[in-house]
């Protein structure tokens, strides 16, 4: 992970079992969020309420960052809360920047973004560069 992002403490911690997120909010409209561990349902509804609030907080609706690299895994229904929420959630959020190195997390979201069609902003990376330079555009703005 880039230093800048290691160095900066989160606003808060999501717990819940053996996954946490660390919540950031780095500048008007944009949320930062890093996922660490295992992720189960209640984590994914932590996460969910988490963006609605920050959504409400802008007054507007919000750019998400979500770095998922040091994700171990998740149970189905983690990720299945999560396309439940996506469906309806675009008057609040409009785009999804999701960094993964999981090859099967990749798949899974490869699933989720043909799920939810192309009404949603949805955007996976692979390449820690490419989602930093768009990171970095959302603070600029």
């Keep these: 992970m880039n230093i800048d992002l290691q160095l900066t403490p989160p606003s808060k911690k999501l717990v819940h079992g053996r996954g946490e997120f660390h919540v950031h909010h780095p500048g008007k409209g944009v949320l930062l969020l890093t996922a660490h561990g295992y992720g189960e349902e209640p984590l994914a509804r932590l ?3 988490e963006m609605e609030e920050a959504a409400l907080a802008a007054g ?41 190195e999981s090859k099967s997390v990749q798949l899974d979201m490869a699933v989720m973004s043909l799920k939810l069609g192309e009404s949603a902003s949805y955007h996976m990376y692979q390449n820690f560069a490419d989602w930093n330079q768009r990171y970095q555009q959302a603070l600029q703005r």
Excluded: M, N
Aim: with cysteine; hydrophobic share 40%.
């Design 60 to 100: 507007g609706p919000i750019e998400v960052f979500t770095d998922d690299r040091q994700l171990t895994g998740y149970e189905p229904a983690y990720r299945a809360a999560f396309e439940q929420w996506l469906g309806g959630c675009w008057r609040s959020i409009t785009a999804i920047h999701l960094l993964v």
């Design 47 to 49: 996460v969910c309420r």
